[in-house]
């Protein structure tokens, strides 16, 4: 059964694919090359960063293919060692896990305390309003579930972000058309005091022209955050289209200062959604945009961009690229990857593995994946690979640093039986080593999909 829907229709690949040897710049993003959009299976949105034991998970939203307004049923995750190889965990929670929603899976946030993950979503009430609601779960990845039968805040609003002070005390912030606030117990899912609404003044959030109901740049996709003493509110600004714009204060409930434009309106989505983290002794930007093929403002990408404060604590203006972040350190062979670690695909999907976790599938003839700075060393000698097919499988070839690069290994898939029943694969590999992006090419006669694939590892003979 196939569980998630391409992001890329099969019937553009065979012309996609045609493209991909002469370099063609399809929707601003080299296909052949870039690493923005992170995510290639799904259409992303709305992404929510957070840092935990030395990885970036990354929470996003999720556009339903072929829709013509907001179409969003669930929410999906995403990490990362390197900020370029991007593993797929597939979707910690979704409405379903929330029988008072019915509709409206939009942007989330996910913050560890106590133990726990604690997640921060807008969902409209049945038969009601846009309301945030709380799920909670005892792993990063889920999976979640509902922590109170019911919203912890209601109004009519969206766009939850939660930070934790120094001194412990955390706040949850939320709002369009408003900015509102209020100041969470240790709990993380109840709330003391009211409902606080944060004074939209010019001097705090910019000027809009020519609009008396709303005078100041504010629409909506807050992102609180604390970095050296001072306090930043990123939101999106302005409607239609949108730009990233920032506010900062002494103060996690203000008053506020403008600031300025983080990134202008571009990209083909007509909303844009941020987060900022530091990571590995860098600093990153996530958004989202139209980049993938296809794309636009109801079939968005999460992307990413490395920065550097100003030395005043301000931050520059960010151009969207479609290179991306560049790697931190390198990724290893020798240990056992997941399948769905991935810095670029093409035509692959991924599903629920009867194994645990995720696997790739939905494999077609020419279709790929690239995984980027993989240290062979002194040379890799055999490759294993997880492999099921219930047709008559196929291929995975082993290129390096092209989808016609340098061939070092082939492994021959044969029919399992079943799309869930796995085997492993030994190949010889000859020719892989120092530091070298890797490409999985999958091949097979045929129309139809080929196998399924788990997880992959090289040996170097010890």
């Not at 296809?294 to 100003?310: D, I, K, L, P, T």
């Not at 020419?366 to 980027?372: A, C, E, F, T």
Request: net charge neutral.
């Amino acid at each position: 059964m196939q569980i998630y829907t391409s992001q890329i229709p099969k019937c553009v690949i065979t012309a996609l694919q045609a493209l991909l040897f002469f370099g063609v710049v399809l929707n601003n993003v080299s296909v052949a090359k870039a690493d923005n959009p992170i995510v290639q299976t799904i259409y992303s949105t709305d992404p929510a960063p957070v840092v935990y034991n030395n990885r970036v998970y990354v929470f996003t939203g999720h556009d339903e293919d072929g829709a013509t307004t907001f179409v969003m049923k669930d929410w999906r995750v995403f990490s990362s060692a390197d900020m370029v190889n991007w593993q797929d965990h597939g979707s910690p929670m979704s409405l379903a896990t929330f029988s008072w929603a019915d509709a409206n899976a939009w942007a989330p946030q996910v913050v560890p305390r106590n133990g726990k993950f604690y997640a921060y979503l807008p969902m409209r009430r049945r038969g009601g309003s846009m309301a945030i609601g709380v799920g909670v779960a005892d792993n990063i990845t889920g999976p979640y579930r509902d922590a109170l039968g019911k919203p912890l805040v209601e109004n009519g609003e969206i766009d939850p972000t939660v930070f934790i002070d120094d001194n412990g005390q955390a706040y949850l912030y939320w709002g369009n058309p408003n900015l509102n606030f209020v100041k969470l117990n240790t709990d993380m899912i109840s709330y003391s005091g009211t409902v606080n609404k944060v004074a939209l003044t010019t001097a705090g959030f910019g000027t809009r022209p020519g609009n008396a109901q709303r005078p100041t740049t504010f629409e909506e996709a807050p992102w609180l955050y604390k970095r050296d003493g001072r306090y930043y509110m990123m939101y999106a600004a302005n409607c239609c289209s949108e730009d990233i714009r920032y506010s900062m204060s002494t103060s996690a409930t203000g008053p506020w200062t403008y600031k300025g434009v983080i990134m202008a309106t571009a990209g083909k989505s007509f909303t844009n959604h941020a987060g900022i983290i530091d990571y590995s002794g860098n600093s990153y930007f996530f958004y989202h945009n139209g980049g993938l093929p296809g794309g636009g403002g109801y079939a968005r990408s999460v992307c990413v961009e490395r920065f550097n404060y100003n030395s005043d604590g301000t931050i520059p203006t960010i151009s969207m690229t479609s290179n991306g972040a560049p790697q931190v350190g390198t990724l290893n062979p020798y240990v056992r990857q997941e399948a769905e670690t991935i810095a670029w695909s093409v035509g692959v999907e991924t599903e629920v593995c009867s194994e645990g976790g995720i696997n790739v599938g939905f494999i077609n003839n020419g279709d790929y994946i690239k995984v980027r700075g993989v240290a062979f060393g002194s040379g890799a000698t055999s490759f294993s690979a997880r492999v099921a097919s219930a047709a008559s499988g196929g291929k995975i070839e082993l290129r390096l640093g092209s989808t016609s690069g340098m061939l070092v290994g082939t492994c021959t898939i044969l029919s399992t039986g079943g799309w869930q029943s796995w085997t492993t694969v030994t190949c010889p590999v000859s020719g892989a080593s120092g530091t070298q992006d890797l490409f999985l090419r999958f091949t097979g006669s045929g129309s139809s999909e080929l196998f399924n694939f788990n997880w992959w590892q090289f040996s170097n003979g010890n």
